[in-house]
Structures are given as C-alpha cells and as structure tokens.
C-alpha cells in the first residue's frame, strides 16, 4: 500500500499552532528556536501568540507553515505511533510543496526555510507594488469559471489559478477585475463567491518580479536530485526528476496555476491509499473529501 503526506499552504495559519506540540515535545520545540536562530527574529512566539495581522502577512505566515510542518512532521517520524510510517511521495499546496521537499530529503530545513522566507518577502513586495486579489468560487467548473474571466477581465489581468478540487476554483488578478468578477458570479452559477485574506494576485504574471528575486535565492540553495521518495508538482501533476527540474517548478509555481485535484488523481490512480496531511489545519482533508469522498486522509497537526 502506497503512502503519501501532504502538506499545507498559506492560509492554513492560525495563533498558536504549533504552540502544543512543542510544549510537549523537545524535538519539536529545537526547530521552533532553530528558525528563530535562522531567521534572526522570533518566529516562534508570533506563532504561539500572534498578533494576527503580524501573522496573516504573506511574509511572515509562509515561514510560521514551513516550520511548524517541519516540526509537526519531526514529531510524526519519531512518535512510537506513527515512526515506522514513511512516505512513498510528498505533495504540498504551493507552499506548502517546500516541505514537501524537505520531507523528501531534497532540501535541508535551513534552505527550505530561508527560501520561504525570501518567497514570502517577495511575493509581499510584489504585492505592494502591484495590488491584486484573490476569489474562491463555489460550485462552478473549468469551463465556466474561464468564462467569467474572459468577462470581468477587461483587459486587466484575471486568470484561474487555484485549482483545488471539484467545484472549488480560485480566480487571480487585479482588485477591480476580481470585484466585477464577484458581482458576475451568480450569473454564472456560482454559490458562493469569498474573497481570501491575500494582498496581491498570487501565480499571476503579477508576480512575475517575485518569481526573479525567488530565483536569485534558489541559486545559493542546494537542491538535490529526488531518489527514493517521488515529489510530485503542482504545476503540471508530474513528478520532479532533478534538483535543476525542482528549482524551475518552484519559479514558474508563483506566476502558473497550482493543478492540486489533478495531483491528487494521479496520486489516487497510480495506487496511493494512505494519506496523512502534516501541518497545521485540516484544508487537504476537507479538499479530499471532494475529489474522492471514499478516501480518507489522517490529519496530524
């Protein structure tokens, strides 16, 4: 039987997380002062104690995942329960596909953190500079969904970008272009249409100058190649074959689309039946409960 842990992304934040674990446990506790070493400011307690806005900034929030991931996952390998359990693949949610590498064994804690640190500034800063949004659409599909940007576009940017299980699809771009894009939604038969708690227009071209400082700092970063454990990728659903293969995914993820139901497919049909998602949050559970009602995922946060 095939095993497979997954990883969340920004958005699965919340204060205290991680707070508990490392309460109760030493290993846990050493990588929350090992990214407060690394990271030279206290991650830790904006973790364990917020403030929210501090927490919420795409910054600072992409850094507090990886690492309470990481420690969630130190605990996971070394809890008498669950230490024999060793994945077959990794797949993590746009950011959460870092500490799907770091489980992997391809990327060291400390590159994989300082990465999601500069990842976070600089989608930030992208952000700033270029306003966007973000809005997740219930119950329409592809077709319709590309429809309804094709209209609200106007010219401006607006794309689908997330696509995270049947009948949830997030749409990507400028603030005005998402607002006309809500007040259409109805028309299209959507249920629902929530705008998320980001400031820009994530795997948009609008992100496109976050992508080139992110890869000025994959360059210091040593990557290995994939060996007994397989990564599969959120861009294209395949899976990673180099350390070089690894470093492109990770800068085309922030201005392509995040294809996460179709990774799960592939997982699904090539034979994986057990899945743990690691990290703070249940999203990949519920989201799993969508793609394939008859499969259950274990969560351990």
Not at 140 to 156: F, M, N, R
Not at 268 to 280: D, H, S, T
Request: aromatic share 6%; glycine share 8%; charged share 20%.
């Amino acid at each position: 039987m095939k095993t497979a842990f997954l990883f969340p992304g920004q958005g699965a934040q919340n204060i205290g997380m991680g707070k508990t674990i490392a309460e109760s446990s030493p290993i846990a506790a050493k990588i929350f002062d090992k990214a407060n070493e690394i990271l030279g400011f206290d991650l830790k307690s904006i973790c364990f104690e917020g403030p929210a806005e501090k927490l919420n900034t795409t910054s600072i929030s992409q850094p507090a995942i990886f690492t309470t991931s990481a420690a969630v996952l130190e605990v996971f390998k070394n809890n008498s329960e669950t230490a024999g359990i060793t994945p077959d693949v990794t797949a993590g949610l746009s950011l959460g596909e870092y500490t799907a590498l770091y489980a992997a064994g391809v990327i060291s804690f400390e590159d994989a953190l300082i990465l999601c640190s500069k990842r976070g500034q600089a989608m930030q800063a992208a952000a700033e500079t270029n306003p966007g949004a973000m809005v997740c659409l219930i119950g329409l599909d592809a077709e319709k969904t590309s429809q309804l940007c094709d209209q609200a576009a106007e010219g401006e940017t607006l794309a689908s970008v997330n696509f995270n299980c049947p009948g949830q699809i997030v749409i990507s771009g400028t603030k005005s272009a998402c607002e006309r894009a809500e007040n259409l939604a109805e028309k299209y038969g959507a249920a629902k249409a929530v705008r998320l708690a980001v400031s820009g227009a994530f795997h948009t071209k609008m992100m496109a100058s976050a992508a080139d400082a992110l890869k000025e700092a994959l360059q210091n970063a040593k990557i290995a190649d994939p060996a007994n454990i397989k990564i599969i990728a959120n861009i294209d659903a395949d899976y990673y074959t180099t350390g070089e293969n690894v470093r492109e995914g990770l800068i085309k993820q922030l201005t392509c689309p995040i294809l996460w139901q179709k990774c799960m497919e592939r997982l699904l049909a090539e034979g994986v039946e057990n899945f743990y998602e690691i990290g703070p949050g249940k999203v990949l559970t519920g989201l799993m409960r969508r793609i394939n009602r008859k499969t259950k995922v274990i969560s351990y946060s």
